[in-house]
């Protein structure tokens, strides 16, 4: 077995078990916040793309398509680098990451908040407006409590995308899991041992948020 | 807007850097056309696992939830870095790459498979094994040819993940297209102009294989229409 002439050394992670939950922690909330401000972009932007006022719809729907298009990878270096350079703003490294998520991110919720708002009855909308609700009630009333509960399983599904995707933020020096695996890995050189570490921690969150995901939509689901 | 004034673009780097983006552009296909390739054949096997009773239906299920959990970045650094000490061999960054790409997306593609299998009318089968067809017969000439054409378009979307990911093999040195970019940007200082062209590089390619399956879409669906 070629197995066995390796003998995996399990202390390096185990004896820094809270230095890795704290990087977990890291991914969590800043995958978490890019998601919160790609959700309120997405309902803006899909309202505007709703609107059927070509004005707005086009380049809605343009900034979808180069959301969607560009990998989060060249979103991240663009940002960090890019956008810093031009504007002679020095983001920081947390900063230029939860911008890049909201950027991709946008592009997906915009497409999930379209689908469900289209998906709302256009008599509800002229029935809301009849009785006297103006444009803004109807909405915050009627329209989006009901397009909620359609957008939830694939917003849940775009948050597990996007907190993958933050997984990358080592990438521009943000510490968490990984930046703490590749420090490992570089001074003790144990690979194996921390890179497993980060990959089981992720599985393991991977597959808790997929349960919530599948509780709140159970919930939230019409008896028919 | 006066910050913008302080700012003056240089895009004719770009220009002088076109044979640079042309060899990454075509180490970047490669990596896409062979992961695309291995994760359609190995995606059915999990997908026909995964559907199979009793502890293959179980490991092929391990294999999705598994496979399609870890990020393309986290696979590398296992694959290349971890795995590759213990089993002592030496990948290549583009090997790697294929590999990480091919293990993510084929749990992806299994459960695009398996949705369209699934969503083939029992009755065929059925009908098929009244016939005198076996199982294999029946799968091959009449449950998978309806099956693919349900799973096409979405799988051909899933192409432009795989794209979109094989960015990240620039990290582990693979000259890629990033990498080529990464690369030029340390050599002229110019990450906007760099950063946005490598963005429109990628960006074409992805509604390119878009388009194609908006296309294909139509033209497999029309004789139901």
């Known amino acids: ?224 | 807007m006066t910050m913008f004034l302080t700012y003056s673009f240089d895009w004719s780097v770009i220009w002088k850097s076109v044979p640079f983006f042309e060899r990454g552009i075509a180490i970047t296909l490669r990596i896409t056309v062979l992961s695309i390739i291995f994760s359609l054949v190995l995606g059915l096997v999990v997908a026909l696992a995964r559907m199979a009773p009793g502890p293959i239906g179980l490991i092929g299920f391990a294999y999705v939830q598994v496979f399609r959990a870890l990020s393309l970045y986290v696979y590398i650094l296992f694959l290349y870095f971890g795995l590759a000490l213990v089993l002592g061999i030496d990948l290549d960054p583009v090997t790697a790459g294929i590999v990480a790409l091919t293990l993510l997306n084929s749990a992806y593609m299994a459960e695009i498979y398996r949705a369209a299998i699934q969503a083939i009318d029992p009755g065929q089968r059925e009908a098929a094994r009244s016939l005198g067809l076996g199982t294999v017969g029946t799968f091959v000439t009449v449950v998978f040819p309806q099956a693919w054409r349900i799973a096409l378009p979405s799988l051909v979307n899933q192409f432009t993940d795989i794209i979109k990911d094989s960015a990240v093999v620039a990290l582990i040195g693979a000259s890629d297209l990033m990498h080529q970019t990464i690369e030029r940007v340390s050599f002229y200082q110019r990450p906007f102009e760099f950063y946005t062209a490598v963005a429109v590089i990628y960006l074409v390619m992805v509604v390119i294989v878009a388009q194609l399956a908006t296309r294909l879409e139509k033209r497999l669906q029309r004789h139901l229409a």
């Open chain 1, 1 to 224: 077995m070629i197995f066995l002439d390796y003998v995996p050394d399990w202390s390096v992670v185990t004896d820094r078990w809270r230095q890795f939950a704290e990087g977990a922690w890291v991914d969590v909330w800043v995958a978490a916040l890019g998601f919160g401000l790609a959700c309120a972009v997405g309902l803006a932007n899909a309202i505007l793309r709703t609107s059927g006022v070509s004005v707005f719809s086009v380049p809605s729907f343009l900034y979808v398509q180069v959301m969607r298009g560009v990998p989060l990878y060249v979103m991240i270096l663009w940002v960090y680098f890019g956008i810093a350079n031009v504007l002679g703003i020095n983001f920081t490294s947390f900063q230029a990451m939860i911008i890049a998520l909201t950027l991709t991110g946008s592009g997906y919720t915009t497409e999930i908040f379209r689908a469900g708002l289209g998906a709302i009855d256009r008599g509800q909308m002229e029935a809301a407006r009849s009785i006297g609700l103006s444009r803004a009630r109807t909405y915050a009333h009627v329209i989006l409590p009901q397009a909620f509960r359609i957008v939830v399983p694939p917003l849940g599904n775009t948050f597990i995308g996007l907190f993958k995707g933050a997984t990358l933020m080592s990438v521009i020096a943000v510490p968490d899991m990984v930046f703490l695996a590749n420090e490992l890995n570089v001074t003790l050189f144990t690979p194996f041992e921390v890179f497993t570490a980060v990959a089981v921690i992720l599985v393991v969150l991977v597959f808790v948020f997929s349960i919530l995901v599948y509780v709140l939509e159970r919930r939230l689901r019409i008896a028919t």
